[in-house]
Structure formats: structure tokens, C-alpha cells
């Protein structure tokens, strides 16, 4: 089994930045991949970007791209996101989650943190 928590959500004003982690512990050892989802009201879930084990490999939702960067720090099992230039429709519930390498879906999924952006 999996753990993952995440942190560093909040309240932030339109063009400001937050830096979200996401700390996995337990079976992490092995090929895994680590994403970042989102979910505002009302909508479904969707996904922001993530990273591949050795942290070469990303990839980014349109929506997103240029404005938040993943990355992970393998030694502490952690993930980040550095969310820059928000904006209020990036207002969601943030979900990491971990996926090992050869599946399809991701297996592991966080708690959430709330994002708020005023305008």
C-alpha cells in the first residue's frame, strides 16, 4: 500500500503563486509515476501534469502549461507543484496521486488540498 498526503493549499490572490507537496509513504519503492489532478465544484476531475520516475519526463494540461511546474525529489518521496500566475479558474481541490509504471490507472490517490483564487 500507498500513502500520499498532500499540502500547501490555500488562499491566494489572482497572480500569485503556491507551491502544493505531495509526501508518499509505504510500498514506494520501484518505477512509479506521479501526477496532479484537479476537480472544481461542480465539475469532474481532471488532470494538471506529472512526472515520470527519474523526474525527465513531464507532461502538462494545455491549461496549465507555463504556469505550473512538477517536479520530485525521489530521496524524500515527495512531489511538488509550483503553481505561478494563478488564476481564479484554478480554483479545485488538487489530488496527487501515483501511478507504477505499466498501469494504466493511477492506483494511489491523496486526501486533496483546496486552492482558492479571488479575483
Known amino acids: 500500500q500507498v500513502q500520499l498526503v498532500e499540502s500547501g493549499g490555500g488562499l491566494v490572490q489572482a497572480g500569485g503563486s503556491l507551491r502544493l507537496s505531495c509526501a508518499a509513504s509505504g510500498r514506494t519503492f520501484g518505477s512509479y509515476i506521479m501526477g496532479w489532478f484537479r476537480q472544481a465544484p461542480g465539475k469532474e476531475r481532471e488532470f494538471v501534469a506529472n512526472?515520470?520516475?527519474?523526474?525527465?519526463?513531464?507532461t502538462y494540461a494545455d491549461s496549465v502549461k507555463g504556469r505550473f511546474t512538477i517536479s520530485r525529489d525521489n530521496a524524500k518521496n515527495t512531489v511538488y507543484l509550483q503553481m505561478n500566475s494563478l488564476k481564479p479558474e484554478d480554483t479545485a481541490v488538487y489530488y496527487c496521486?501515483?501511478?507504477?509504471?505499466?498501469?494504466?490507472?493511477?492506483?494511489?490517490w491523496g486526501q486533496g488540498t483546496h486552492i482558492t483564487v479571488s479575483s
Open positions: 512526472i515520470n520516475w527519474n523526474g525527465v519526463s513531464t
Open positions: 496521486a501515483l501511478k507504477f509504471v505499466g498501469r494504466l490507472k493511477y492506483d494511489y
